[in-house]
């Protein structure tokens, strides 16, 4: 098997990529058509409700939306007729205001793709802010310590719609620095933009840190320390190798600025895509709501298109000739501080909840309506007058096993479809274009308003990060010249999957998967807020953050307790990946090496290898 064989035969053809795009996009298009019959509601009377919530329609008002709209046709009838009518550009008429579809749709999607762009500058900035650190130690030679997780977990852990509201109270209202409301000019797009940048920045910043001393421990950045090379080359090369690998997480984060922003956008008054999606999903109004999607699909296959291209273009001709040097991480000693900071996260959070269990989640006092934290009430009261600690306390358990569940089921899924590049190919940059609250609202007409359905509807869309990840990964280990080596010596499948694949995809994975588990937490709250998945009086801590939102301006300590929570959650949750759950992939590939060399494997491995090694990217 030839170097340019190997490093290409695992990469899907355009053609099959392209009919993976074209299969997802028509099925995600016919489920949208679908949601009014899915919902077991007439049509007509969701639309009537729409245009006038007091009028009490007659049978005959029913029948004549009916024919009006051709709801009497079928779903497909309606979903090839507004298909045909898309080269001509026409979108059709909205149910509800019976004005046309496309302006509507091209003005926010305008306004969204202009949000989009200001978060994503905030997301580069806040991401090269969480790994100057490491970068500068690095190619200096310096970096003998693992960076500490603890400002990264926070940052992600930071509810969006919670930082878009104190954003707009503190800097619009209070200091009155920009807008607070409404979409007139650049100035209001600076408060959402770092609302929505900051903990997407946090997250793409933390796996990008995580990844740079791998980067710097490659021969090719010992040889040139040695040899006098200026340690700002020493970086931006370090950075071209290891953001190739962390840039497929863009997708899902562009397009979720773009589609998933609708509290963002809602708080802020700005006249979005996302908003415009979900409103005409609750009116069940198809045509703008089909728009919109079809719009958020065009928007991921191009997204991807870009990054997939840009990220070649990074690896250059390595990993065309598979020739690509793998990334094998040193052994840091962690900072005493760090350890010291995680004892104290999980004293804190076991303290919390232990005293939470001990109280009474349900009990309302009209008369104990948001007072401040005090002896009786260590974190406050709500609007009903629950006490807040008791209901941090009780929804714990339920919080953390959901969110966890979810999270395994996510990870599974993307680890299976990003290892089959052939079938998942094109699938996952549709699936990323789907916001969570779509997804909701798609498994609750079936399944009606309940937990599981929201578990269910973030696991359909959670999924498509690892898949991008694990593709990406998967293609730069099939292009490593230890990979060849194994293949020219006969290695089979299984013993490339246990010794090189999982070593190489398991643990940065696995630590994106821990690093968004407070994200899937709100996305649930998210949709139990829309009256989607969990109900009151439920005490889910995302629930808690959702309902307590609108009074975080007169009582801030409603919102801050559950805020911590996630935050501890986080906290614990990376430093356990780094001290135990998760293992460096060298020291996974150290013990594989050990088992390779009882087999008379590891002397012809290194021979061939260090052949390769010297094709570096860089």
């Not at 005959?60 to 009838?77: C, S, Y």
């Not at 607070?180 to 933390?206: F, Q």
């Not at 013993?495 to 398991?506: C, G, Q, S």
């Amino acid at each position: 098997m030839s170097i340019m064989s190997a490093g290409t035969e695992a990469r899907p053809s355009r053609w099959r990529a392209g009919l993976g795009r074209l299969a997802a996009g028509t099925a995600l298009l016919t489920a949208v058509a679908l949601l009014p019959w899915l919902s077991g509601n007439d049509p007509a009377l969701t639309v009537l409700r729409a245009r006038s919530a007091d009028q009490d329609p007659t049978p005959a008002q029913l029948a004549a939306v009916r024919q009006r709209l051709g709801l009497d046709e079928g779903t497909f009838t309606h979903l090839v007729h507004w298909l045909g009518g898309l080269p001509q550009g026409d979108a059709g008429i909205s149910w509800v205001s019976g004005e046309a579809v496309l302006p509507q749709v091209t003005s926010a999607f305008a306004v969204s793709v202009t949000l989009m762009l200001g978060a994503l500058v905030v997301t580069i900035a806040v991401a090269a802010l969480v790994s100057a650190h490491t970068l500068y130690l690095g190619s200096r030679r310096r970096l003998h310590r693992a960076t500490g997780t603890i400002g990264v977990a926070v940052l992600a852990a930071l509810p969006k719609f919670l930082l878009a509201s104190l954003l707009a109270t503190v800097c619009g209202v209070w200091l009155g620095w920009f807008p607070s409301s409404g979409w007139e000019g650049p100035a209001s797009m600076v408060l959402p933009a770092l609302a929505l940048g900051v903990p997407s920045g946090a997250m793409i910043g933390g796996l990008l840190d995580q990844s740079l001393p791998a980067a710097f421990n490659e021969p090719w950045a010992r040889t040139w320390h040695a040899y006098g090379f200026a340690p700002n080359q020493v970086a931006r090369h370090a950075l071209r190798r290891t953001v190739a690998g962390v840039l497929p997480q863009l997708l899902p984060t562009v397009v979720g600025l773009v589609g998933g922003a609708v509290a963002v956008e809602k708080i802020f008054n700005i006249p979005g895509l996302g908003r415009l999606a979900l409103d005409a999903a609750i009116a069940q109004d198809l045509p703008p709501l089909q728009t919109a999607t079809l719009a958020l699909i065009l928007l991921g296959v191009v997204a991807g298109l870009l990054i997939q291209a840009l990220r070649r273009a990074l690896l250059g001709p390595a990993l065309r000739d598979g020739a690509l040097p793998t990334l094998h991480a040193p052994a840091l000693r962690r900072g005493r501080s760090t350890r010291w900071a995680t004892v104290a996260c999980a004293l804190a959070l076991l303290t919390l909840v232990t005293a939470g269990l001990l109280r009474d989640p349900l009990h309302v006092d009209t008369a104990a309506r948001l007072l401040p934290p005090s002896a009786a009430h260590p974190l406050g009261t709500d609007a009903l007058g629950r006490d807040l600690l008791a209901r941090l306390g009780h929804g714990a358990l339920r919080t953390v096993g959901v969110a966890l569940a979810v999270t395994a089921v996510c990870t599974l899924t993307g680890l299976l479809l990003g290892m089959a590049a052939q079938v998942g190919a094109g699938l996952t940059e549709v699936v990323s274009t789907m916001p969570a609250v779509l997804a909701g609202m798609l498994t609750t007409a079936v399944t009606g308003p309940s937990a599981s359905g929201a578990a269910l509807a973030v696991c359909l869309v959670g999924w498509t990060p690892y898949a991008t990840q694990a593709a990406a990964l998967l293609e730069q280990e099939r292009a490593s010249g230890h990979m060849l080596a194994s293949l020219s010596f006969g290695a089979g499948r299984g013993y490339l999957l246990r010794h090189h694949l999982l070593p190489a995809v398991l643990p940065p994975v696995l630590r994106n998967a821990l690093l968004r588990l407070p994200t899937t937490v709100l996305v649930l709250a998210s949709l139990g807020f829309l009256g989607l998945g969990e109900q009151p009086p439920t005490a889910e801590w995302g629930r808690l953050l959702s309902e307590n939102q609108p009074y975080a301006e007169l009582a801030p300590w409603t919102v801050l307790g559950p805020a911590c929570a996630l935050v501890l959650l986080s906290v614990l949750a990376l430093s356990g990946t780094d001290a135990a759950a998760v293992r460096s992939p060298a020291s996974v590939r150290g013990r594989m090496s050990r088992r390779s060399h009882r087999r008379g494997v590891q002397g012809k491995d290194k021979v061939i290898a260090g052949r390769t090694e010297p094709r570096s990217v860089v």
